[in-house]
Each structure stands twice: as C-alpha cells, then as structure tokens.
C-alpha cells in the first residue's frame, strides 16, 4: 500500500485530502507547518508528498529543496506562472493551483505513480545508495564487484531499494512482489533476505538491509 504525506496548514482542507486518499486505499501521514513536516520527513518515506506552500514555519519552497527521490505535487493558492516556474524547477513534479477538484488531483496522483512505475520498468539501472541494480542480468553491483540474483532475491531487493528508508512489513513485501516470485511464502521470506544479505556481504554492501524487530526490512542508503 503507498503512502502519500500530506503537507497542509489548513486542517479542513487536510481532512477532506486524508478522508479522499484513504477511501482510495492509500495510507497518508500528515504535518501542519514546515517545521513539522521537516521532522515528519525524517520517520516516514512516503511515495508521493502533497505540499502546500503558504505554511507557517518552514515555507513550503525551502522545505521542496530538500526533499530528493519522492515526487512532490504542489498545491497552492500562488496561481502565478513564476510561482509554478519556480516550484517546478525547484523539484517538484507537478502542481495543482487551489481551488482544485479532487478528482483531478487523484488522477495527477496516479499519473505519478504510473510514471514511477514505468521508469522503474525501462531496463535502467537502479542506483541507490552506492548499489547498482541490473534489471535485464538480475546482478547488483558496488563498484567492480558484481553478484548474480535469484528472481526472487532481485524481486526483494528491487523494492526495498525503491522504498530506500521506509520500512517495508513482511506482509507488504510478500504483496508487492507476490506478482514476479508466487512461490515466496511468509515463512520463506527470511531465508530470501538471509541469502540476499550475504550475497551482498560478499561485494562489502550487507549492511544495505536492516531488519526492524517486529515490523520487516528496509533498505538503507546511507
């Protein structure tokens, strides 16, 4: 299940986004202020950031350079084209100008992810923190040193990389890639990881996944 922070001063309009965003099945977490969401940052990896710009605190426009590898769709009352110009090229991916439709803002949304997905299905490396991740040899790579994947192995990987800092439960991993590798099963599970881990032990790189006691893995970039 995605995640999408929301960002927004206004508590009305947060509630009628979190209440739209659940009832589309996705989870949200919430900040109210620049200084909050920059702290909310810190503890939650979402998939998508709704932000608002006029926030008290942290001004929206200083806290969107600092989030890097979340798309960010903006959504502002400033209507003026060098406010979009200037969200845009400070990193946002899209922006929506208050008042706006729900519905159009729900499908700028699911453009975002379709997009996301289409890149991630291109055949390009995946490069995070260090690693390289072939799509087309299934190998992972850091620096000259190169290990084969199972399918499964690079299915687990793949998405903790994706999610670099979220923490992923065994339940969401097993969902998300139930599609490519149906014979993982919950009690296989951490027989994969432990094989991916010294997989990647031999290339110096085991530290890369972290298990939280209780919850699942995650990927550590850093």
């Known amino acids: 299940m ?53 926030l008290p605190g942290i001004a929206g ?63 390009e490396p995946l490069m995070v923190g260090g690693l390289t991740l072939d799509f087309e040899l299934h190998e992972v790579c850091s620096g000259s040193s190169v290990v084969r994947l199972t399918r499964t192995e690079f299915a687990i990987l793949k998405l903790l990389m994706q999610n670099s800092g979220q923490v992923l439960s065994k339940s969401a991993i097993l969902d998300n890639i139930s599609n490519d590798t149906p014979d993982c099963t919950e009690s296989s599970l951490k027989q994969h990881i432990s094989n991916l881990r010294k997989k990647l032990y031999d290339i110096g790189r085991d530290e890369c996944i972290e298990a939280i006691w209780g919850i699942g893995f995650r990927f550590v970039s850093e």
């Open 2 to 54: 995605k995640t999408i922070a929301v960002i927004e001063d206004d508590v009305h309009i947060g509630n009628i986004l979190e209440e739209s965003l659940q009832k589309e099945g996705y989870q949200t977490c919430r900040a109210y202020s620049g200084t909050e969401a920059k702290y909310l940052l810190k503890d939650c990896k979402p998939d998508l950031i709704l932000l608002d710009l006029m």
């Open 61 to 123: 426009e200083e806290l969107l350079l600092d989030i890097r590898n979340i798309p960010v769709i903006v959504m502002s009352a400033k209507a003026g084209i060098d406010d979009k110009v200037t969200a845009l090229l400070g990193g946002a991916a899209d922006y929506i100008t208050k008042p706006f439709e729900i519905r159009e803002l729900l499908a700028r949304i699911t453009v975002q992810f379709r997009k996301r997905e289409t890149d991630f299905r291109s055949g």
